[in-house]
């Protein structure tokens, strides 16, 4: 665990990327062990990889994704409403990872 400040956490990528690193893939295997490993991997490099980690307050991280995520998926064929709730429980697993190496 790191100590966490929440206003270091305004310049993340200088302050906390291998922390950062580290939720983004505990979050990415947890998903492929669960869920299609294509749709997941998908997931991970044509959304996730344009998303970005904010600290919420009060404990609580929250993850903003780029404009329409499901637009931007390519070469995996997926119903809207799948890749939704698949997404939604990445981002909630990303957020969990965050609060669980920031120790908040």
Known sequence: MVDFDPEKFEDKY????????????????????TYDSE???????????ESEPFYAGDGEF????????YDRLTGVVVERERFERVLEKHVAEIESQLERIFDV
């Open 14 to 33: 200088a302050n906390y990327f291998p922390e950062l690193q580290q939720a983004y893939k505990n979050a990415f295997t947890q998903m492929n062990d």
């Open 39 to 49: 749709l997941v991997h998908a997931i991970d490099q044509q959304v996730l990889n």
């Open 62 to 69: 929250r993850v903003e994704l780029p404009d329409d995520p």
